[in-house]
């Protein structure tokens, strides 16, 4: 087999969402029109979810949860510093303060007694991220959150079909946003969700969405001059999600169990020989979770092996895999050393990026890609045993 380009993600679009794209680019709404609505109930009822508003993008998502939860200037959210920026850049975006705890050694998600030692009486939110599609410790962060009454907000970009104790991902926190980029479960290209079960956040979310303007008159203030009236009750953004990508959704979740499916066999296969080999390190399932498999993260054993992780990983690419790091401990980057967070807030956090490396995982890989990244996985640590 030719040494072919694999890379760590890809979507997968069919005939048929080119299909469900086409027909609505034919019809009277490219936009704010019918199949927004058609997504989100479909949405919501995947992840058994009261309520699901779509919006621009994953951080969208997270923007305008970190508003419906009220998070301003002198609030404190905590959160994990692995984890992509924009988790972090939310609470900023408010003009809140993230603050980092520290991660499971195991999971490599956020640790629950972290969390309790992270509060202050400034902690207005905890924002858990399901890193890789493994659902966090959700039953103890929920009793820390009630007990100290703290909004909720999980991050789910990589979590869509995985479930903590036979409850999807999307139903167990006050709000659980998601993304629909193209590495992710399911595409619309850009896009992004966010569920509830709460009825007053969904109605913030979605003025939030529209520049903070309703049409609906039960909200209005003032008395109408006409049927063309609306009203701006705050400051809001436009994050709206269009009906093209919306009817891309809609096709993409009807295969989203099927996506799912296959991402789980191929983890196995992955499981199944890096388990025994010598310098690599598996991702540890925690008990009562289903992992949705977003990305297949290994950890490297370097003392038993003879190179550090940029070597393996320049070595990796070299043998045509677009392996990748997730992530940069969110404090590195130069805008939050301005901010004065300092290396060091997080050892274990920062043990784990000096060791990870992402390989190749998504639904369209065929079992002779699989094969063929665990050959050159085995040919380039071999070279340093």
């Known amino acids: 087999m030719d040494n072919k380009f694999i890379p760590y993600g890809s979507q997968w679009i069919d005939e048929n969402d080119i299909k469900a794209v086409t027909k609505t680019m034919k019809s009277d709404f490219l936009t704010t ?7 989100e109930e479909k949405f919501a009822d995947y992840v058994d979810a009261e309520y699901a508003v779509a919006v621009a993008n994953g951080t969208a998502a997270l923007h305008a949860a970190s508003f419906a939860a009220g998070i301003s200037k002198g609030d404190e959210v905590i959160t994990t510093p692995i984890t992509f920026a924009a988790t972090a850049n939310s609470v900023l975006y408010q003009g809140g303060t993230p603050v980092f705890a520290a991660i499971d050694k195991e999971t490599y998600n956020i640790d629950p007694k ?11 939110a905890i924002i858990p991220v ?38 999807k991902v999307g139903s167990i926190g006050d709000m659980t946003t998601f993304s629909f980029h193209p590495v992710k479960h399911i595409t619309t290209g850009e896009g992004g969700m966010i569920t509830t079960d709460s009825k007053a956040l969904y109605e913030k979310l979605k003025k939030f969405r529209t520049h903070g303007i309703t049409k609906d008159e039960s ?7 006409g049927p063309w009236y609306h009203e701006q009750l705050m400051l ?10 919306c009817a891309l959704g809609i096709s993409q979740l009807e295969k989203a169990d099927k996506f799912l499916k296959r991402r789980k066999e191929i983890a196995e296969k992955y499981n199944n020989v890096f388990k025994d080999m010598e310098g690599i390190e598996i991702p540890y399932q925690a008990n009562n979770t289903n992992s ?32 990748n790091v997730h992530y940069i401990p969110v404090y590195y980057h130069p805008y939050y050393q301005k901010l004065e967070y300092e290396k060091g807030l997080c050892p274990n956090a920062e043990k784990l990026y000096e060791r990870i490396i992402t390989i190749p995982l998504f639904p369209k890989m065929k079992d002779k890609d699989v094969k063929e990244v665990i050959k050159r996985v085995k040919n380039v640590l071999n070279k340093y045993k």
């Open 219 to 225: 909200n209005y203030i003032n008395e109408t001059d």
């Open 292 to 323: 949705s498999w977003h990305i297949y993260v290994i950890q490297l054993e370097l003392d038993k092996l003879t190179a550090n992780r940029k070597e393996i990983f320049e070595e990796l690419q070299k043998e045509n895999l677009g392996v």
């Open 236 to 245: 809001g953004f436009n994050y709206r999600m269009t009906d093209i990508q």
């Open 114 to 124: 972290s969390i309790e030692e992270k509060i202050t009486d400034k902690t207005k």
């Open 33 to 39: 029109g019918p199949k927004i609505d058609e997504f």
């Open 130 to 167: 399901h890193y890789t599609g493994q659902p966090c410790a959700m039953d103890e962060i929920k009793e820390i959150t009630d007990r100290y009454d703290l909004t909720i907000i999980e991050d789910g970009a990589h979590a869509l079909g995985a479930t903590y104790k036979d409850k």
